[in-house]
């Protein structure tokens, strides 16, 4: 089944392949919170199809997504939801850090690490712009397929704030890239995230979609209850390396630096927003969460 086209996620099944597409391109698939519950509908929906073995997740349009959403017309951090993946109050009526506190660990922590624990193998479909909110997206998926006009970055250290909630970096990137990347706030290409061991393959911009598929489709062929041993096998082990403590501990100083921001009045975001967010000096410039 397809959602209408007006719908921020779409959803439908091909050759036991479920294809779930962030569909705000006109804002660079930019994450409101709209986006990340029906995000969260759609990967419950395909686990629970038994027809389903593969989850693909991509974006329309010209990027995969340049991150959260701050600052378009529809941006949604005020707005109700039920929580589904942390067990906490909600955040709209309530003052200061616990508001931020309490949407921030539901919509970006809590949705992410739901995400990485779904039984079935996910395959990320990269092209265009993975930025911030996007590269965690990416990063709680099993492989990574990006097209050879992809480009990574997180540039929240601009803002005064060590990286985005989900800080996979150095169990992804390595530490000293790691700290290469926050630290200059550059985006690098598909050619460097392969280097580095963050991609699983690079393929020409036109060749992203048959080349996942393929892949995708060799994967379904495998036990189903066998790939999901393995996939929790693998993230336990990955846990046990530090990456589930160590987000815990670095989303404390997430939120320590927003409210350092607050306190010496520069608001939470360090008086950073989407115009200041530009991309590096010399490179294409896409914001995040905005027309571009």
């Known amino acids: 089944m397809v959602l209408d086209d007006q719908d921020v996620v779409t959803y439908r099944v091909s050759d036991r392949i479920a294809v779930i597409t962030m569909n705000r391109p006109r804002y660079r698939n930019a994450q409101n919170s709209v986006m990340t519950y029906a995000l969260d509908a759609a990967f419950q929906r395909a686990v629970e199809d038994d027809d389903v073995a593969v989850i693909v997740l991509g974006g329309a349009g010209d990027h995969f997504s340049a991150g959260h959403d701050i600052g378009t017309p529809e941006r949604d951090h005020h707005v109700t939801y039920d929580n589904r993946a942390v067990l906490w109050w ?20 809590g949705m992410c690490r739901r995400w990485r624990e779904i039984p079935k193998p996910m395959i990320a479909m990269v092209h265009g712009a993975c930025i911030a909110g996007g590269l965690m997206l990416a990063w709680v998926c099993d492989l990574i397929i990006a097209a050879d006009d992809a480009f990574f970055s997180d540039p929240v250290v601009r803002m005064g704030i060590p990286g ?31 280097e ?23 994967i379904a062929t495998m036990p189903r209850f066998g790939l999901a041993l393995t996939k929790k096998a693998v993230n336990q082990c990955e846990d046990q390396m530090g990456l589930r403590n160590g987000i815990d501990s670095v989303f404390g100083l997430h939120h320590f630096a927003h409210a ?3 306190e010496i009045g520069q608001g939470s975001l360090g008086d950073v927003d989407v115009k200041t967010m530009a991309a590096p000096r010399g490179a294409r410039n896409v914001q995040p969460g905005r027309e571009n």
């Not at 003052?95 to 931020?100: A, K, L, M, T």
């Not at 992804?172 to 392969?194: C, M, N, Q, S, W």
């Open 164 to 194: 985005v909630e989900y800080f996979a970096h150095p169990w992804v990137l390595g530490p000293r890239f790691a700290k290469e990347f926050l630290y200059t706030g550059d985006r690098f290409d598909a050619r460097r995230a392969y």
């Open 260 to 262: 350092h921001n607050a």
């Open 90 to 109: 909600d955040h709209v009526d309530k003052p200061g850090g616990d508001q931020r506190f309490a949407r921030e660990m539901e919509v970006y922590v």
């Open 196 to 218: 580095v061991g963050m991609v699983n393959r690079i393929v020409a911009r036109n060749a992203l979609e048959g080349a996942t598929f393929e892949l995708a489709s060799r």
